[in-house]
């Protein structure tokens, strides 16, 4: 079983930044960082395999950059010129070894304009 938890989300003004945390307690594979706004679906923010190649969405590049450190099993999100758009709560999401898939319970940003 693994667990994860977020944190770092908090009130921020458009073009301020933040850096969101997740932490995973157990043994886990790819990890990455979704979002949901409000009433919209859920979507891929970036992803870090165990080696650290690094995925992201169109809407983040350039502004977001995800890293992880291994040896504390933690994995971040540093935001950078935030927009009103990117609010919402940020969900880690991690992979075990088995692929069996994994949420924590989410952090939220507001962004203002």
């Known amino acids: 079983q693994v667990q994860l938890v977020e944190s770092g989300g908090g009130l921020v003004q458009a073009g301020g930044s933040l850096r969101l945390s997740c932490a995973a307690f157990?043994?886990?594979?790819?990890m990455g960082w979704y979002r949901q706004a409000p009433g919209k679906q859920r979507e891929l923010v970036a992803t870090i395999t165990i080696v650290g190649s690094t995925d992201y969405a169109d809407s983040v590049k350039g502004r977001f950059t995800i890293s992880r450190d291994n040896a504390k099993n933690t994995m971040y999100l540093q935001t950078n010129s935030l927009k009103p758009e990117d609010t919402g709560v940020y969900y880690c999401?991690?992979?075990?070894?088995?692929?069996?898939?994994?949420w924590g319970k989410g952090t939220l940003v507001t962004v203002s304009s």
């Open positions: 999401r991690a992979w075990a070894w088995d692929n069996t898939v994994y």
């Open positions: 157990g043994r886990i594979n790819t």
